[in-house]
């Protein structure tokens, strides 16, 4: 009866089913994996934010496949401030960045065709792609004690088959946190270019980097020969998911560029899914990005701070090397991790999410929410030390 994409594994391992259930509690759980803005202890400018929403011009329906021009040019121009001059009309709207790659995944690939993505990686890439009828090809990352995360361009370019319509990547990676370093995308770029793929290029944390000056309003848009997607979107850059905004900067060889906008254009017809009032809104909300972002700041490197000083010292917990976004990556020395793991999310209460969740490769790694409130940060990694480091 049904489509084989539309089955997901609802039986997940021992660790992800005591998550669902500690998670279902609610109460007396200390959750380091919470990553909803809306619900971290923010301070939101409630009424610029439901003022802007309320634009009675909303009242109209006036419907633009791509996003209404005022919209799309308070997208470019929140892109001109971070150094780069984009054509509104390179700039399409969807409902969510998800949205923006289902578009691009169903203007790119036919049923059975190949989508490479990041591994460790989000895991709803994955399921995007075979949504979509494609079929997701994991390329790894490579991690250096000291050095951090960089892409192995070699294995990467293996696995490019006749199928592969896409290489994705995340800058900064979520859960790794590493950025496109600017050498990685001149590699990137070549590779696509040379076998027809397109890059598509997932900056929706790109606004959070761990250190001042680090890749400070880097973005590849603008940036790349090969046919690129820029996706990014008012979920992380303005900490509003609930309002619906994502976008895709298109760029690259001129041609394919304006080809993909005239199809994606025709895509987007069939949908319309983008709400009027936040169209009317997005300037606004854009501009309230800077202060909340700076909240989210505070808060990332508060807990980052606490957590590299907190596993210092023989704890044989390790922080690994982060360069932005949203999450941790913590590995531990001793064996048996995901045993412990399940101790500490079932006698400790501490929710966390297992690095393989994300893919990794090595055992004992945890991934942890920065945006976390810093008290509760606090407690978890206390519990955290005590049950997963050195005994
Ligand atoms: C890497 C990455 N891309 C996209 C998204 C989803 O963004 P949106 O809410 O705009 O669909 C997330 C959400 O956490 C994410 O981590």
Request: proline share 7%; hydrophobic share 45%; aromatic share 8%.
């Amino acid at each position: 009866m049904f489509a084989e994409r539309s089955y997901i594994d609802p039986d997940p391992d021992p660790l992800g089913r005591l998550l669902q259930e500690r998670a279902a509690e609610g109460q007396g759980v200390i959750d380091l994996t919470a990553s909803n803005p809306t619900q971290a202890g923010l301070r939101y400018d409630a009424a610029t934010i439901l003022g802007a929403l309320g634009d009675p011009r909303a009242l109209t329906y006036a419907p633009a496949p791509c996003g209404l021009p005022a919209a799309r040019r308070a997208v470019a121009y929140y892109y001109r401030h971070r150094g780069v001059a984009l054509e509104p009309a390179r700039v399409l709207l969807t409902a969510s960045t998800s949205e923006a790659y289902a578009a691009i995944f169903k203007l790119l690939g036919d049923p059975g065709e190949e989508i490479l993505i990041p591994r460790p990686g989000y895991p709803l890439l994955s399921h995007l792609a075979r949504f979509e009828g494609l079929r997701p090809v994991a390329y790894p990352a490579r991690y250096r004690e000291g050095l951090g995360w960089s892409l192995d361009l070699d294995v990467l370019e293996a696995l490019v088959s006749p199928a592969t319509r896409a290489v994705v990547a995340v800058s900064p990676n979520n859960p790794t946190g590493a950025y496109l370093k600017p050498q990685e995308l001149a590699a990137l770029d070549t590779l696509c270019a040379r076998h027809g793929l397109a890059l598509i290029v997932d900056e929706v944390f790109a606004d959070y980097p761990a250190a001042r000056g680090n890749a400070r309003g880097y973005t590849v848009a603008g940036r790349t020969r090969a046919l690129t997607f820029v996706l990014s979107g008012l979920s992380k850059v303005v900490g509003l998911p609930q309002v619906k905004l994502g976008w895709m900067a298109v760029g690259g060889e001129e041609a394919l560029a304006q080809e993909a906008c005239a199809r994606l254009e025709t895509l987007l017809d069939f949908y319309l899914s983008v709400g009027a009032p936040v169209q009317h809104a997005v300037g606004r909300l854009l501009g309230l990005g800077k202060g909340l972002r700076g909240q989210i700041q505070a808060r990332l490197a508060a807990n980052a701070g606490f957590l590299e000083r907190r596993l210092s010292g023989g704890t044989g917990l390790r922080l690994l090397v982060r360069e932005g976004g949203w999450y941790a990556v913590v590995a531990m020395d001793a064996p048996g991790g995901d045993e412990r793991l399940l101790e500490l999310v079932r006698r400790d209460r501490v929710l966390v999410h297992p690095g393989h969740f994300y893919g990794f490769d090595r055992p004992g790694c945890v991934v942890l929410s920065l945006l976390t409130p810093e008290a509760t940060f606090r407690r978890g990694v206390e519990h955290l030390v005590a049950r997963c480091g050195k005994i």
